[in-house]
């Protein structure tokens, strides 16, 4: 699962820089049949069928959507070599991965191919690689970092309800401090508190908010499975006040992947990393801007060919849709630029 930034704050926005212009569809016109010398460059689909035809959870616009991708591709060019001729990709699924937490990183590993590193280890690297450009930052820019943390993970509650109905502040509990936790809270159980109430007070006074760069690599770490040194612990918040409490006693809770760590995954492979969601209906799009490709670039140079996440949308900034499937990008090199669906 995932969780993309969708407010907007001066924060937010100088540590997350704005994406360039998303580009519209370009609806290919068709190519007009070659002298009878000349033997035809490439068809559109040289394939029987499609392979998005087989993809579940798909409205009947998201598949069309998907099915002119696959068919005329997508073009890219690395920005930080102007004589490259650039390439046109042809975008497939590459099938389900399970819904437990991990799926970033599931779907990045297959989605590169990387057939030798797991998905908690290419967390680690992720996490890892957050650090080591940190501890090179300026105050100001892991200042900025720290408020944008902040906003995802400890947001103010007196802000923000025009937009969620329901807000979240992760905290992080050592799994060898459960004993001492429980305790503490029968203590107040005892005194004639409710259980949610002595809860929160005892997690929020103990446990580590995540709401720095420190407190986030510690978060990201977590993979739900025995090896972690942290268990998730999730209050949920309305306008009203606490509405419940996610006390993660079984530890399987891992953290779900955001903009912040594809950021740190495209900096330590030197790749440009392409989210590309496909809202259904009730995002209130027309079909052709239903395909939305959302870029995080690397931090330096870029020394390898982007690879592509899929996100099923189910309307505006990703809501109900935080779950990361891999595409897998098969080159199509007699495409060009002017014929692809889309240029990057």
Known sequence: MGKLLCESSPAVAETLKPSPP?????????????????????????????????????????????QKVYAWGVFWRNRDDAAAPGATFRLSHGGDVEADGNCLFTASRRAMGLIKVGARELRQRTVRRFLED???????????????????????????????????????????????????????????????????????????????????????????????????????????????????????????????????????????????QAHGADAMVDEEHSIFFLPHHPMGQIREPPFFLFMKGTGWCGAGADHYEPLIAQPIPLVPQEKAAFVL
């Open 22 to 66: 998303l580009r519209t569809w370009q609806d290919p016109a068709p190519i007009p049949p070659p002298p009878p010398s000349i033997e035809p460059a490439v068809a559109p689909d040289p394939t029987p069928g499609n392979p998005w035809d087989d993809v579940r959870g798909l409205e009947d616009q998201q598949r069309r959507s998907l």
């Open 134 to 276: 940190r501890a090179a930052d300026a105050p100001g820019k892991k200042e900025a970092m720290d408020a944008a943390i902040r906003h995802l993970y400890s947001p103010d509650l007196k802000m923000g309800w025009g937009i969620h109905v329901v807000q979240e502040v992760k905290l992080l509990a050592r799994k060898a401090d459960r004993e001492a936790l429980d305790s503490a809270i029968q203590e107040l159980l005892d005194l004639g508190l409710q259980r949610e109430n002595a809860a929160e007070s005892i997690y929020k006074e103990r446990c580590i908010p995540v709401d720095d760069g420190s407190s986030w690599a510690k978060y990201m770490s977590i993979s739900g499975s025995p090896e972690d040194e942290f268990d998730i612990v999730t209050l949920q918040y309305t306008e009203d006040g606490l509405l419940s409490i996610d006390e993660n006693r079984g530890g399987h809770a891992a953290a779900f992947g955001d903009d912040i760590a594809i950021g740190c995954l495209a900096t330590e492979f030197g790749r440009q990393i392409f989210v590309v």
